[in-house]
């Protein structure tokens, strides 16, 4: 799509470099998916500012000219939540990657959104401080990304997610306006949960230009247990014995035979050999309670069937075990040519059951299907394989990675626990929420967003307009029928 003189001398006024300015065709391709890389959009316009007045000056001209945007960190999102639109513009926040302080007494950091997850802890680190929310990504992943879908990461176990962890934000609204959520030290500030709205958002509600952190002490210590099984149940069984034993571990992952494989080919992290189902199981906090609850997990994985139990003896054999959970993904390319990685939320006592019912899923359609997960909590991350040169392959992939959805709902769960819904559960939504549920939600979003030009076509499965829907042939929701008499 040509880009509008109009725009583009706008945009010039703002954006001086002309390398941060981008509308070449060949140089846009770059920006077209985030890390769900089968969906492609290729924006109209890229600019990538580097203050914050440009960034508010950039969503007032786009305000003003009723021009679709997006804001995008490093790409890495796994849900098209970044993905642009054809006819807007794509504001990338990749160069501001400031740690402005690391405050000890107060246990806080203030950064910037392109700040790399990994490196705000290790901009702590000598302070005895770290940054707890670890996604898989955490060495190329963006606290702004962070903040906009609620990650989470391994240790959401006990430590919980994004949410948990940021005190404020600073925003650009979606009509240039900047605003504070929250604050530095203050957890629970008076008024609406704002910052609490935001986090998660998906984009929707504004972009992110700086951030709060909690930062935590290290603990005294810390032990990582991994054990081999032969099946995934025993395995699943194991979980909910731990977890009922009244232990909190820091994380509990699960691995299959088939990410094991792509681990080994990749790291070679040195798994139990032969095992079908490893459990990494990891304690932190004071000495006598971790080395005491972890023999107790010991215990427990011997007790339902493991095949190997190892205790990391040192930081290297640590570091090595997390190493082939934390490349896991992107190993699966050594053992398919294409992947789609899901992400969904079950009861963990129904992990067996599930897992089961994956396993003949895969089966029936002929796709193959590696899982990895967060065991603890329920947040199942299957990876269907499939080669895309070979006729039908994608369309059964996709068909089973929407059947592992379907099955998350079934039992009880959600259809994302951590990699939000973006564009691709928007159809989803729909089958976890009523569309009076729809509608109630929409009413925040036109608070923020009346035009609806803030990150477009994500989250929400139909174009609901502000001021015209909500509302329905059934009649209106009175909650929904209050709202709008209060907006409007």
């Keep these: 799509m040509n880009v509008p003189q109009a725009l583009l001398d706008r945009l010039r006024e703002i954006i001086t470099d002309d390398q941060d300015l981008i509308s070449d065709p060949a140089l846009l391709r770059t920006f077209e998916c985030d890390g769900l890389a089968h969906y492609r959009v290729t924006p109209m316009v890229v600019v990538l500012p580097t203050t914050v007045a440009q960034v508010s000056a950039i969503v007032r001209v786009c305000h003003e000219m009723e021009i679709p945007f997006v804001a995008r960190g490093n790409g890495t999102g796994l849900s098209a939540g970044a993905l642009p639109v054809g006819d807007g513009v794509l504001i990338t926040l990749s160069k501001f990657r400031e740690i402005h302080e690391i ?26 401080l770290y940054y707890a929310p670890d996604p898989s990504s955490q060495q190329i992943c963006s606290i702004g990304g962070n903040v906009a879908e609620n990650s989470g990461g391994a240790h959401c176990l006990k430590y919980g997610f994004t949410t948990h962890h940021v005190t404020g ?50 603990p005294e210590l810390v032990k990582t247990l991994l054990a081999g099984f032969n099946s995934t ?43 079908n189902t490893v459990l990494i199981v990891e304690l932190d906090g004071p000495n006598v309670d971790v080395s005491m609850g972890i023999e107790r997990v010991q215990h427990i994985c011997e007790s339902f069937g493991a095949t190997e139990v190892r205790i990391a003896k040192s930081e290297a054999e640590r570091a090595l075990i997390w190493k082939g959970r934390k490349s ?43 899982n990895v997960f967060h065991a603890g909590d329920g947040n199942l991350h299957p990876l269907v394989l499939f080669d895309e040169s070979v006729d039908g392959e994608l369309e059964r992939a996709n068909a089973v990675s929407g059947a592992i959805i379907d099955l998350c709902i079934k039992h009880g769960g959600s259809i994302t626990g951590e990699h939000g819904v973006g564009a691709d559960k928007v159809s989803y939504m729909g089958k976890m929420f009523n569309e009076y549920d729809l509608d109630t939600m929409q009413l925040l979003r036109c608070a923020f967003d009346r035009e609806n030009l803030c990150n ?13 829907v909500p509302g329905h042939h059934r009649g209106v929701h009175p909650l929904v029928e209050k709202g709008l008499a209060e907006l409007f």
Aim: with cysteine; hydrophobic share 45%; glycine share 12%.
């Design 169 to 218: 934000v600073e925003v650009v609204l979606p009509d240039g306006e900047i605003v504070n959520f929250g604050g530095y030290k203050s957890v629970d500030a008076p008024g609406y949960d704002l910052l609490g709205a935001f986090i998660g958002s998906e984009g929707t509600l504004g972009i992110t230009t700086k951030v709060v952190v909690r930062l935590l002490r290290r």
């Design 456 to 468: 477009p076509g994500k989250v929400f499965p139909t174009p609901r307009l502000c001021g015209e």
């Design 103 to 128: 405050d000890r007494a107060n246990q806080r950091a203030v950064v910037d959104p392109g700040v790399i997850n990994l490196d705000v802890s290790k901009a702590a680190s000598a302070a005895g």
């Design 328 to 370: 896991a993904f992107a190993a699966i390319g050594t053992i398919s040519p294409d992947f789609i990685i899901q992400d969904g939320v079950i009861p963990r006592t129904v992990l067996p059951e599930v897992l089961g019912e994956i396993a003949k899923l895969g089966a029936a359609a002929g796709i193959r299907v590696a």
């Design 233 to 275: 149940s025993e395995a699943g069984e194991a979980v909910s014995a731990i977890i009922a034993s009244r232990i909190l571990p820091a994380a509990i992952e699960m691995m299959d035979a088939l990410a094991i494989e792509a681990a080994e080919k990749t790291v070679q992290c040195g798994y139990p050999e032969g095992a």
